[in-house]
């Protein structure tokens, strides 16, 4: 199947400092990807899509400012938690939906953020 | 709008023995996609089987397999034999053809040794 890559894995940062999440479709092009958080026992709660090229699109209640997503090529998307405060901890995961088959949708492996 | 309905939060199962995971779904469009995705403890999300909405057929993969009824927006997973790896979250999810995911909120499998 198709891999995606995500990293990092773990981050820890300082409050008020800046993040980036990387997402990466190895093995196809990835012509939309998904930012999705996740608290722990919780759902994936989808925070934007993002198409290649384009403005990402944002989830009622995401702050677009805050979570900056870029997805420059066809092959990698990133996430920027800019001025991350404790409350942005949790645990990010993007996935990517392949143009040849867009019923299906490939998870990277997550990135656990925590903001001290 | 489209809503993923689980409603177990938690099961459990005998080792080697057949669970059922529920799935309710609503929607009123006709051409979608129904999965289960399988996150275990170390949280990679992981495809356990798809069913395209206009097939009437049952999709099965080796001990997976999920009962679609169309009509009453119901999707269930059975796992047969099961195993202790089985052991993980189980999160139903939708796709209609406008590029959109819904997911559940998820049932926790507890495999019994």
């Known amino acids: 199947g198709a891999v995606v890559s995500q990293h990092p894995s773990w981050v820890i940062c300082k409050s008020g400092t800046s993040v980036k999440i990387e997402c990466r479709s190895l093995?196809?092009?990835?012509?939309?990807m998904f930012w999705y958080r996740q608290f722990p026992k919780q759902s994936l709660m989808l925070m934007a899509t993002?198409?290649?090229?384009?403005?990402?699109?944002?989830e009622q209640g995401v702050e677009k400012d805050k979570f900056l997503i870029n997805h420059a090529s066809l092959t990698l998307s990133t996430l920027t938690v800019t001025s991350a405060h404790p409350e942005d901890s949790s645990f990010y995961i993007c996935?990517?939906?392949?143009?040849?088959?867009?019923?299906?949708?490939?998870f990277g492996s997550g990135t656990q953020l925590s903001v001290l | 709008a489209q809503t993923v309905t689980q409603s177990q939060p938690e099961m459990s199962v005998q080792e080697a023995e057949t669970v059922t995971l529920s799935c309710t779904y609503d929607?009123?469009?006709?051409?979608?996609?129904l999965f289960w995705y399988k996150q275990p403890p170390s949280r990679q999300m992981i495809l356990v089987i798809r069913?395209?909405?206009?097939?009437?057929q049952n999709a099965t993969e080796n001990r997976f397999s999920v009962n679609f009824q169309k009509a009453a927006k119901s999707f269930s997973l059975k796992i047969s034999d099961s195993q202790l790896g089985d052991a993980a979250m189980y999160f139903c999810?939708?796709?209609?053809?406008?590029?959109?995911?819904?997911f559940g909120t998820g049932t926790s499998l507890t495999v019994i040794p």
């Open positions: 093995d196809f092009q990835a012509t939309t």
């Open positions: 999810a939708y796709s209609n053809t406008g590029n959109q995911f819904y």
């Open positions: 996935s990517a939906r392949a143009g040849g088959q867009s019923e299906k949708l490939f």
């Open positions: 993002s198409n290649e090229g384009s403005k990402a699109t944002y």
């Open positions: 069913q395209e909405a206009y097939k009437q």
């Open positions: 929607t009123s469009e006709s051409d979608y996609y």
